[in-house]
């Protein structure tokens, strides 16, 4: 038996469900044994490279695939699946070649549309394209060819261009590196950026000599093509499989389960790299983030599986779903049960909090006096925040100047200023610097908040509770006056979102060292947090920061929309630095989003009825990739309850997983760090979006703080949908939308 090497191409979409099982079917048993009876494994006559093999799939489809032999192995290259006769039509015309500028593989001739997948097209002619005065690529087609290894033809249709709907376009017809090249070009980025970022080999030569590399290519031996796959560009396009698992998830999967195997070169770098401090990526919604924490995760407990490695999240819905990512990723991973254990620990940050304070036992004592001066060991309850600020303000506000008796501005001045200064006395709150807050407070004013901070944690001492904020501050204090941290790595996902107590018991996690803390965030997603930097709690980034700008999930037109609503907003981020939205872009194209406005909510749910039905009795659509968002819990339910009045079953999504077979309903906030092929968001009126806001009208900043949160929901609602986003609102459209255009 002979076993073989896949190496699979990625798809634009899922194989037809007719074929499905049977390609999974043939591609294991060529795995196994590329003589075994029945996969009729053939050379091709008159192919147009001779290493062009098909086998048979069923009697209606054969695979076109290219075989390469090595003394020490046998690979297939996958070009895809297709109709009898089409497999020798495409065998006729199709080469598996190395690009002879930068090493990368590829395939010199245009192919038919495989069935189920979308495969490299003949580049889009320009004159067919809109146009615009200028050209969008400032190079010549002779610097693309040289210095990229643009093929001829492709760099002087891309340097013709002069649109980005033109150029979206024609970028989704080829390979995958070089249409990421052409976008990023289009976008302004130079040629060396675009050589670093995509880690290309150049090799300096004259455009004469470029051109007759293309005119002219030489032999490549098998074992040179086999080698090329490894490039980490090529890495984007092709995988190679080990293992029927990995081959059928792959297969079955299609583009929602590309991110196990296909990294972008940068990724893969933040995937490998090492530091000897923490580490901080950026990048909007769908730039990859998460899949960069999972996969470097994953690598650290492959390299040390004695290593106890905590990954976090702000909810605990986000770190459910970090660990079934985690274990579809490999489901070999071990995990740990226990805060300490080798291997993963996946828990929410709140949840990281509870399980020290938990291991502490009565030991916690001095750890709650040192953060809120009296020790005790009745921490297990957690308070209603809201409601002991209102009863504080009761007992103690009467000093406390009108617009300031609100517990938003009570509980920001308790989470960002005085628990993380450890402040217990009254004395130590009149000298702390109040860095970052807006509201200015006199010694009367700091006293008169002293007041109502006493009576808070007087009611919580007789309650025996704590809130979520306490519990952060006290379990990082414990941490540290015990001198070691349970975890060697901790990675941070959703990293905008936590406030500082948070950030100071990730710091505790883990003693300062190589790999320690490794964060990703997006300051246009902080939906629940405050901005804030993170050097102040013992967590240096500074130097060692990078941004993703590729958008993976999103169509171009999708991602545009919601951009727009982030317009004209100043983001920062959590080393200070303002954060821009400027150059982010997609690989992905798609219908623009639908706008629709209806007399009535009940007219919006007709149509929201008529809609998601549609889209759930398309077969090519998995209904549990259809999703309707909605501001809030209330019209999530009315939603729910209007759609199946109507005859349309949808299922209301609160925690743990989506579950096949039906379309989801779920708040904005529930869907951070979900996706869904079709996405409708519902009620997006003026009534609906913003809210909340009046809590905050105590100070300008915090009320810019606060409708740039309800911009960011928005953004982060919009960012959800891969395919289709239509919005719909009843009576006065949100401030919040962009404008037409």
């Given at each position: 038996m002979a076993e073989s090497v896949i190496i699979y191409p990625k798809q634009d979409k899922l194989l037809d469900s007719s074929i499905k099982q049977k390609a999974y079917s043939f591609l294991e048993k060529l795995a196994q044994d590329d003589s075994a009876p029945g996969l009729h494994i053939e050379p091709v006559n008159n192919a147009a490279d001779p290493r062009a093999r098909t086998g048979r799939v069923d009697q209606q489809y054969r695979a076109l695939l290219f075989k390469l032999t090595t003394p020490t192995s046998t690979a297939y290259v996958v070009h895809g699946i297709y109709n009898h006769d089409d497999a020798y039509e495409a065998a006729a015309k199709v080469q598996l070649t190395i690009n002879p500028i930068n090493g990368l593989p590829e395939y010199n001739e245009a192919t038919p549309v495989a069935a189920g997948e979308q495969t490299w097209a003949q580049p889009v002619p320009v004159e067919s394209l809109p146009s615009a005065p200028e050209p969008l690529i400032v190079f010549s087609a002779a610097d693309l060819t040289v210095s990229l290894g643009i093929p001829p033809a492709v760099a002087e249709q891309a340097v013709a261009l002069t649109n980005n709907d033109a150029m979206q376009a024609f970028a989704q017809t080829l390979p995958e590196w070089q249409g990421l090249a052409l976008l990023l070009l289009a976008d302004g980025e130079s040629i060396t950026q675009i050589q670093q970022e995509l880690e290309l080999m150049n090799r300096p030569m004259s455009h004469d000599e470029a051109a007759a590399r293309f005119n002219e290519p030489q032999p490549v031996s098998d074992q040179e093509l086999l080698d090329s796959f490894s490039q980490p560009s090529a890495q984007m396009g092709f995988a190679k499989l080990a293992g029927a698992e990995e081959l059928r998830r792959v297969i079955t999967g299609g583009d929602f389960s590309a991110w196990r195997v296909f990294l972008h070169p940068q990724q893969r770098k933040w995937v490998r790299g090492n530091w000897k401090g923490p580490y901080r990526i950026s990048g909007g919604a769908g730039t990859g983030k998460t899949v960069v924490v999972l996969h470097r995760a994953r690598r650290l407990a492959v390299e040390d599986?004695?290593?106890?490695?905590?990954?976090?999240?702000?909810?605990?819905?986000?770190?459910?779903?970090?660990?079934?990512?985690?274990?579809?990723?490999?489901?070999?991973?071990?995990?740990?049960?226990?805060?300490?254990?080798?291997?993963?620990?996946?828990?929410?940050?709140?949840?990281?909090?509870?399980?020290?304070?938990?291991?502490?036992?009565?030991?916690?004592?001095?750890?709650?006096?040192?953060?809120?001066?009296?020790?005790?060991?009745?921490?297990?309850?957690?308070?209603?925040?809201?409601?002991?600020?209102?009863?504080?303000?009761?007992?103690?506000?009467?000093?406390?100047?009108?617009?300031?008796?609100?517990?938003?501005?009570?509980?920001?001045?308790?989470?960002?200023?005085?628990?993380?200064?450890?402040?217990?006395?009254?004395?130590?709150?009149?000298?702390?610097?109040?860095?970052?807050?807006?509201?200015?407070?006199?010694?009367?004013?700091?006293?008169?908040?002293?007041?109502?901070?006493?009576?808070?944690?007087?009611?919580?001492?007789?309650?025996?509770?704590?809130?979520?904020?306490?519990?952060?501050?006290?379990?990082?204090?414990?941490?540290?006056?015990?001198?070691?941290?349970?975890?060697?790595?901790?990675?941070?996902?959703?990293?905008?979102?936590?406030?500082?107590?948070?950030?100071?018991?990730?710091?505790?996690?883990?003693?300062?060292?190589?790999?320690?803390?490794?964060?990703?965030?997006?300051?246009?997603?902080?939906?629940?947090?405050?901005?804030?930097?993170?050097?102040?709690?013992?967590?240096?980034?500074?130097?060692?920061s990078r941004g993703l700008k590729l958008n993976y999930r999103t169509t171009a037109q999708n991602l545009a929309w919601a951009v727009g609503v982030l317009t004209g907003q100043e983001v920062i981020d959590s080393d200070g630095e303002a954060e821009s939205t400027a150059g982010y872009h997609s690989a992905r194209t798609g219908p623009k989003p639908t706008v629709r406005s209806f007399p009535s909510m009940s007219a919006e749910l007709d149509h929201a009825a008529e809609l998601v039905g549609a889209w759930a009795s398309d077969e090519e659509v998995q209904p549990e990739t259809i999703a309707v968002l909605v501001r809030d819990r209330a019209t999530r339910d009315r939603v729910v309850a209007g759609l199946g009045d109507r005859g349309v079953d949808v299922r209301a999504l609160e925690s743990g997983s989506v579950k096949p077979g039906q379309p989801v309903v779920l708040t904005m906030h529930r869907a951070k760090g979900t996706e869904f092929t079709r996405v409708l968001l519902f009620g997006l009126s003026k009534d609906a979006m913003p809210i909340g806001l009046k809590a905050y009208d105590f100070d300008e900043g915090e009320l810019s703080e606060a409708q740039l949160r309800e911009r960011s929901l928005l953004y982060v609602a919009a960012s959800r949908a891969r395919d289709e986003l239509v919005v719909t609102y009843s009576g006065d459209p949100s401030s919040l939308m962009p404008a037409a255009g």
């Open positions: 599986p004695d290593a106890p490695i905590v990954v976090t999240t702000f909810t605990t819905n986000l770190a459910a779903e970090l660990s079934r990512s985690l274990e579809r990723l490999d489901p070999e991973s071990q995990f740990a049960d226990a805060l300490g254990e080798p291997g993963l620990h996946v828990k929410g940050i709140d949840a990281l909090a509870r399980a020290v304070l938990q291991s502490a036992g009565a030991g916690v004592s001095p750890a709650v006096a040192s953060v809120l001066g009296v020790g005790r060991t009745d921490i297990s309850g957690r308070a209603d925040t809201d409601a002991a600020w209102r009863q504080a303000v009761l007992r103690a506000g009467e000093g406390l100047d009108q617009k300031l008796r609100k517990p938003a501005f009570l509980q920001a001045e308790y989470e960002m200023v005085i628990l993380p200064h450890r402040i217990t006395q009254l004395a130590e709150y009149l000298k702390v610097a109040r860095t970052g807050r807006g509201v200015r407070l006199s010694r009367a004013g700091r006293k008169a908040v002293w007041a109502v901070v006493e009576a808070y944690r007087s009611s919580a001492r007789e309650a025996g509770t704590l809130d979520f904020a306490e519990a952060a501050s006290i379990a990082a204090a414990h941490l540290e006056a015990s001198g070691e941290g349970p975890a060697r790595h901790v990675l941070v996902d959703e990293g905008q979102d936590f406030k500082p107590c948070h950030w100071q018991l990730v710091r505790a996690l883990a003693a300062e060292g190589p790999n320690d803390i490794f964060i990703a965030e997006d300051a246009h997603q902080r939906i629940y947090g405050q901005k804030l930097m993170l050097s102040a709690y013992g967590i240096r980034t500074q130097g060692r």
